[in-house]
C-alpha cells in the first residue's frame, strides 16, 4: 500500500490505548515500507530528537523484535501481508519491565495487520472497478427508454464501437439478417477486413448454434470450436451472445473477438456481453418490426425524407409503393394469428426479391408495406407494383377447412420535391389505396394530382384533423334561418331551421359543403350531429316558444342508441321535446327505411317532430311517404329554383304539394329567393317558405339576443 493509502488508518486511535495501558510507554513511531514516517508521537524527555534514526536494522526476515536503546527499550513490529510483503513497521519505546507491553503490543500489531489488510482488500476492488469503468460506462450510459430512429441507429454503432474500445478486444461484430445488418468494428482496419472476410463463412453457422441453445458461448480454442462441431477455422478468441425479438426467438448475434495470442475469454466476459447484447436489442426493436424484420415507420419516414431532400440536387427519378393486403384481418380471425404471422413473413419474402440492396422495404402497420425505390422510373416501378400484385395473388393460406386466396392493393407515386412532404407523400397513396380498394381486390393505382377522386380524398383528409379539432374546440357555429308561412290563415308559431357553420383560424364563416363529404367518409357526422344538438340545447331558453328544426345525417339515423344519446340530451336540458323537430333527408329515409321508421317512431313518442328534407330527390318518393310518420315535407330547392323557367318544375312542386297535402302534411318550400317564387308557391298552397328572399342564416345566438 502507498504512503497515501496507509495515511487513511486511524493510527492516533491505537497509540491512546497503547497509552492508557501502558504507563511506562515513552513514544511510538509508524513508518511505511520505504522508512518513510507515517505517524508518530510526542517524544518524552527521556528520548532524543531522531531517536529512531539510530536503531540497528533487525534480523532479516523477523517479524518481530527488541532492542536497548540508553534505558529504553524498543519493541519492534513487522506488519506485512501472508506472502511477506511489507506494509508497515511499528516501534514503541518503554522503560522498564517489558513483558505486558510486548503481550499488549503483539495485539496492537495484529490488530492494525488486520484493518491494514482489508483496507488493502477493499482497495484492490475500487482498482478493479476503476479498471472496468469503461466497461460499466458503455452498459449503463445508453438510454433505456425507447429510442427514435437515428438515435438508436446511433446507439448500435456506438455499442459495437465502444466493445473495441473499452473492453480490450480486437473486434466486435454484430449480424442481424432480416435487418440487413452487419457491423464490424477493429482497430486495426487492414485486420478488421480480414476479420470480416473471415466471418463471412463462419456467420450462419454461429447464428444456427445460438438459435438452436439461446445461450451465450466462448470459445478460446480450436478444439473447443471443433466441440461446438464448427468446420470453419476461426483464427480468433471469441465469444457470442445472440440478439432476440419480443418473442425470444434469435435474429442475429453479438460477437467479441481477440486474437489466438490474448489472453482468455471468461464468464464475466460472458456476462458483459449479454448486458451489452441487451442494449442492443431495446434499440433494434425499437425501429424494426419485431415479426418481419423490416423497418419500422419512423425509420421509413426518415428514409423518404433524405430521398425528399436528395431529389432537390438529383435528377434521378425515385419511386414510392405502398402494398395492402386485402382482408388481413379476416385471416387473422378465422385462421388464427400464427397464420396471419406466416403470411406476413411470406409477403415479406416477395417483397425482398422484388428489390435491390438500395432500396428500402418498410412494415408501416399491420397489413401495409412500402417500398422506397430510389433511381427508379415510374415505368418499372408499375412493372414491380405488378409483379407485386401477381406474385402475392398466387398465394393462400389453409387452415384445415379453411381455404382463403390472397389478394393485395399497390399504390405508386413518383417522388418529386416541389411541394411534397412525407405526410403528404403517404396519405396521397393511402387514399390510392382507398380508391383501389373499393375498385376490389389485386388493383394498382397511380397517384396523379390531376385524378379528380384522389384530389377530393385529398381534401377530405385534411378536413379530418379539422372537424376533430372543431368537435373539441367549439369551432362549430349552429346558425339559424326562418321558415315563414306563406298563407295569410297561417298562425303557427315562429319556425326556424337550424344550419351549421364552421369558423376558421382567420374568423372566416365555412358551410358544411366544404367539409361534409370528409365528415361522411370518415363516419364523423354522428359526433358532428351530435354536437350541433348539444349547442342548441343549450343556447334555448327552457320556455322556448316555436319550433327548432335540426339536421340528422344518415350514418346517425343508422348508429345504434343515437336516438337514445337524443332523449338523454333533450331530458338533461329540460327543453320541451314539442319545440323540437328533426329533419331526415328522403335520400336517407329511403336508403335505411327500417332504421329510420324505428328512429323516427321513438322521437315521435317522446313528442319531438319530424320533417322530410329535400323531398323529390328519390326516385320512388311518394310510394315510401306512406311508411314514415312524418309532420313536414320539405321540397327540394332545385324544383324551387327551376319554377321561375321550368313549367315542369312548377307541376312537380305542385303535386308533392297536393300528395303531403292529402296525407294531412304541411309543406316547405326551400331556396325561396324572389318574390315571383314566393307568388308561385302562395297560389300552389304550399305552406311554409325558406330562404334568402326571408332571411340569410344568421348566427343562432345572435337570433336569440334580438328576442325573436
Not at 349552429?478 to 374568423?507: A, K, M
Request: proline share 3%; hydrophobic share 40%.
Amino acid at each position: 500500500m502507498s504512503l497515501l493509502e496507509l495515511s487513511t488508518v486511524d493510527f492516533k486511535r491505537y497509540l491512546h490505548y497503547a497509552a492508557n495501558q501502558l504507563p511506562q510507554l515513552q513514544g511510538w513511531l509508524v513508518q511505511d515500507q520505504n522508512g518513510r514516517v507515517i505517524e508518530a508521537s510526542e517524544s518524552s524527555e527521556s528520548l532524543e530528537p531522531g531517536w529512531f534514526t539510530h536503531l540497528a536494522p533487525g534480523p532479516e526476515h523477523a517479524a518481530e523484535w527488541v532492542q536497548q536503546q540508553g534505558d529504553n527499550t524498543v519493541i519492534t513490529h513487522v506488519i506485512k501481508t501472508d506472502n511477506d510483503i511489507i506494509w508497515a513497521r511499528l516501534y514503541l519505546v518503554l522503560q522498564g519491565n517489558i513483558d505486558e507491553a510486548l503481550e499488549l503490543s503483539r495485539f496492537i500489531r495484529d490488530s492494525l495487520n488486520h484493518e491494514i489488510a482489508l483496507l488493502y482488500e477493499l482497495n484492490s476492488m475500487a482498482t478493479e472497478l476503476s479498471d472496468r469503468y469503461e466497461e460499466l460506462h458503455l452498459i449503463y450510459d445508453i438510454d433505456t427508454q425507447p429510442l427514435g430512429y437515428e438515435k438508436s441507429q446511433s446507439a448500435i454503432n456506438q455499442l459495437v464501437k465502444g466493445c473495441v474500445d473499452y473492453l480490450s478486444v480486437d473486434f466486435a461484430y454484430l449480424w442481424l439478417p432480416r435487418q440487413k445488418i452487419e457491423i464490424a468494428q477493429g482497430a486495426d482496419q487492414a485486420k478488421r477486413d480480414e476479420f470480416q472476410y473471415a466471418m463471412s463463412g463462419c456467420r450462419q453457422y454461429f447464428l444456427d448454434h445460438v438459435t438452436a441453445s439461446g445461450e451465450a458461448f466462448v470459445v478460446n480454442s480450436f478444439d473447443e470450436l471443433a466441440r461446438h462441431c464448427c468446420d470453419c477455422e476461426l483464427p480468433y478468441k471469441i465469444t457470442i451472445c445472440p440478439i432476440k425479438s419480443q418473442e425470444k426467438n434469435c435474429i442475429g448475434f453479438l460477437m467479441l473477438a481477440k486474437m489466438m495470442n490474448r489472453n482468455d475469454f471468461t464468464n464475466s466476459d460472458r456476462k458483459l456481453l449479454r448486458a451489452m447484447a441487451g442494449k442492443v436489442t431495446k434499440a433494434i426493436l425499437s425501429i424494426y418490426d419485431d415479426k418481419t424484420g423490416l423497418v419500422k415507420h419512423e425509420g421509413f419516414a426518415h428514409q423518404l425524407q433524405r430521398a425528399l431532400q436528395a431529389k432537390q440536387n438529383q435528377s434521378f427519378h425515385h419511386s414510392l409503393i405502398l402494398v395492402n393486403i386485402d382482408k388481413f384481418s379476416v385471416i387473422n380471425d378465422v385462421m388464427g394469428f400464427d397464420e396471419g404471422d406466416k403470411l406476413l413473413l411470406r409477403v415479406t419474402h416477395i417483397l425482398n426479391a422484388c428489390i435491390r440492396n438500395s432500396d428500402t422495404l418498410s412494415r408501416l402497420t399491420g397489413n401495409t408495406f412500402a417500398l422506397l425505390l430510389p433511381n427508379c422510373s415510374m415505368q418499372h416501378a408499375q412493372k414491380i407494383g405488378q409483379k407485386i400484385i401477381e406474385d402475392i395473388g398466387n398465394l393462400s393460406v389453409t387452415n384445415g377447412e379453411q381455404h382463403q386466396n390472397i389478394s393485395c392493393r399497390v399504390a405508386l407515386s413518383g417522388i418529386k420535391h416541389e411541394n411534397q412532404s412525407v405526410d403528404r407523400l403517404l396519405s396521397s397513396l393511402n387514399i390510392a389505396l382507398d380508391i383501389a380498394r373499393e375498385q376490389g381486390g389485386n388493383r394498382l393505382q397511380i397517384c396523379s394530382q390531376y385524378n379528380t377522386e384522389q384530389t377530393s380524398r385529398s381534401e377530405a383528409m385534411r378536413w379530418i384533423g379539422r372537424i376533430q379539432e372543431a368537435l373539441r374546440s367549439n369551432r362549430f357555429v349552429p346558425y339559424y334561418q326562418p321558415i315563414v308561412p306563406l298563407q295569410p290563415d297561417n298562425t303557427e308559431e315562429s319556425h326556424g331551421e337550424i344550419l351549421l357553420r364552421y369558423i376558421d383560424d382567420t374568423g372566416a364563416v365555412i358551410a358544411p359543403g366544404a367539409f361534409m363529404f370528409a365528415a361522411e367518409h370518415y363516419h364523423l357526422m354522428p359526433a358532428i350531429d351530435l354536437r350541433v344538438i348539444e349547442l342548441v340545447l343549450e343556447q334555448l331558453p327552457l320556455d322556448t316558444p316555436g319550433l327548432w328544426s335540426i339536421n340528422l345525417s344518415g350514418q346517425s339515423i343508422s348508429e345504434p342508441d343515437f336516438v337514445k344519446k337524443i332523449v338523454n340530451r333533450i331530458n338533461a336540458h329540460g327543453i320541451n321535446p314539442k319545440r323540437l323537430c328533426f329533419e331526415v333527408t328522403e335520400t336517407t329515409a329511403i336508403r335505411s327505411l327500417t332504421d329510420a321508421q324505428l328512429f323516427i317512431a321513438e322521437l315521435r313518442e317522446m313528442g319531438c317532430r319530424i320533417s322530410l328534407d329535400d323531398f323529390g330527390t328519390g326516385l320512388s318518393s311518394f310510394s315510401y311517404l306512406r311508411e314514415l310518420e312524418i309532420d313536414y315535407l320539405k321540397i327540394d330547392g332545385s324544383f324551387i329554383r327551376a319554377m321561375a323557367q321550368d313549367p315542369t318544375a312548377h307541376i312537380m312542386v305542385k303535386a308533392i304539394h297536393k300528395v303531403g297535402q292529402s296525407m294531412g302534411l304541411k309543406t316547405i318550400a326551400e331556396f325561396v329567393e324572389t318574390d315571383d317564387l314566393r307568388q308561385q308557391l302562395v297560389d300552389i298552397g304550399v305552406d311554409y317558405g325558406q330562404g334568402y328572399l326571408f332571411s340569410k342564416p344568421i348566427p343562432l345566438a345572435d337570433f336569440l339576443k334580438q328576442g325573436y
